[in-house]
Nanobody, 125 residues
């Protein structure tokens, strides 16, 4: 049974940092695309970042480039999202998800077949 469990969300002031974690179990963790998505109230689900095969390829939304870093620890079956210079517009529920490959279209949520329950990030101005 595939399970993805996010943690690390919280409330922070603008300019602050948070690190999200996603613990994965129940499937072969390597050679898959792992991604972070977010959904703000009243907005569509948005792809934030993705990573494939231990960091061989990474992908970022333009809105987070230079501020967020996606990484993974294969030994711990854990995905991370380091978020720096946070802005109020980063406020959202953050989800991790997995599918077979990344590449073009990595940010299309319908490509992902397993999802976590989410962790809330709130950034105040």
């Amino acid at each position: 049974q595939v399970q993805l469990v996010e943690s690390g969300g919280g409330s922070v002031q603008a300019g602050g940092s948070l690190r999200l974690s996603c613990a994965a179990s129940g499937y072969a963790y390597t050679n898959r695309c792992m991604a972070w998505f977010r959904r703000a109230p009243g907005k569509e689900r948005e792809g934030v970042a993705a990573i494939y095969s231990g960091g061989l390829s990474t992908y970022y939304a333009d809105s987070v480039k230079g501020r967020f870093t996606i990484s993974q620890d294969n030994a711990k079956n854990t995905l991370y999202l380091q978020m720096n210079s946070l802005k109020p517009e980063d406020t959202a529920m953050y989800y991790c998800a997995t599918t077979t490959t990344c590449g073009v279209g990595w940010s299309h949520h319908f490509r992902y077949n397993f999802w976590g329950q989410g962790t809330q990030v709130t950034v105040s101005s």
